[in-house]
């Protein structure tokens, strides 16, 4: 990149050992792009805070800013998107790059990002860079896409345009209004659903109460199932995933699970029939604008259509 650019990685966190977030393994996946890396680490009861001591240890890069999670009256993520605005707000590069604690960065996306990146850079209408969503359902073993798993997303952009978290910290918006942003073509690799039922059940639990809402705690209420939209993975995962993938207790065979058939697999099945003929997706939510030419070229570049409707995150 550009010795004129400097990246500020930001990122939160709480108690992540009770949840099973590979945490400390997606900070340091970013760790390489960034000059300096923020971590926001909520009142944790399970060792979470010391695991953000560690990295401070392993990198003078990294700093960790205790935080308190506030409870009371919480509705619709609003704690998510609060504690990822206190972060982005302690960034001082000129660039921003945001990392959940379930997701990383591949090691072969690293030099995209920067080129990405430096490209942007050079182009005042261009506020940020969109990465592409593998997300990981069961196990490390499988992927799945449909309507209701977004397929890309921008995690890295300009910093002092007024770009703040959208809803539940999924996106970003600038003054509201979509950002505008180039692809890198870099993945980002999403564990959310890698977990046992057991503790999916515990993350629903704990999870529920930022939106304001009581899930079941009867550790059978939830259930791995056989998605339309599932499929083996076959690439690499980073590098940094090596022993965490090792040791994991827990396995995942959709062919043993329950077909799941309802509305909204029917939704997801009439999508990807679409997809698998057409390169765009109808009725897409997006907190961005895909600016469709090459960055070098003229300011004269067709804006991607963009429409909205309701979805479930992950």
Request: glycine content about 6%; charged content about 30%; proline content about 4%.
């Amino acid at each position: 990149m550009s010795e004129n650019v400097r990246v500020s990685g930001f990122t939160i966190v709480r108690n992540a050992n009770r949840l099973a977030y590979p945490f400390p393994e997606s900070a340091l996946s970013i760790l390489p792009i960034c000059d300096e890396l923020i971590i926001c680490c909520g009142d944790s009861t399970d060792g979470t805070n010391e695991i953000c001591e560690e990295l401070t240890r392993q990198s003078t890069k990294i700093k960790v800013v205790p935080s308190v999670w506030d409870a009371e009256a919480q509705k619709d993520g609003y704690q998510l998107k609060h504690q990822t605005n206190k972060a982005l707000s302690l960034c001082q590069g000129n660039w921003c790059f945001y990392i959940q604690s379930d997701e990383l960065i591949h090691d072969d996306d690293l030099p995209k990002i920067k080129k990405a990146i430096t490209e942007a850079d050079h182009h005042a209408d261009v506020d940020g860079i969109l990465f592409n969503y593998l997300h990981f359902y069961g196990n490390f073993n499988y992927t799945i896409r449909g309507r209701n798993w977004y397929r890309r997303e921008v995690r890295a952009f300009k910093n002092g345009r007024n770009i703040e978290s959208f809803r539940d910290a999924q996106g970003f918006r600038k003054n509201g209004k979509k950002i505008t942003a180039i692809d890198s073509n870099a993945r980002v690799f999403h564990y959310g659903y890698v977990r046992s039922p057991q503790l999916m059940q515990e993350k629903a639990v704990q999870m529920s109460r930022w939106w304001g809402g009581q899930a079941s705690s009867d550790p059978r209420s939830f259930e791995l199932v056989r998605h339309i939209g599932l499929q083996k993975y076959d690439g690499t995962h980073p590098s940094l995933l090596k022993e965490r993938i090792s040791a994991s207790a827990f396995d995942f065979d959709p062919k043993k699970c329950r077909f799941k058939w309802d509305k909204d697999e029917i939704k997801n099945a009439l999508t990807l029939v679409w997809e698998s003929i057409f390169p765009f997706r109808l009725g897409e939510f997006r907190n961005y604008e895909i600016k469709r030419c090459t960055i070098k070229q003229t300011k004269a570049c067709p804006k991607d259509r963009t429409q909205h409707d309701n979805i479930t995150h992950s």
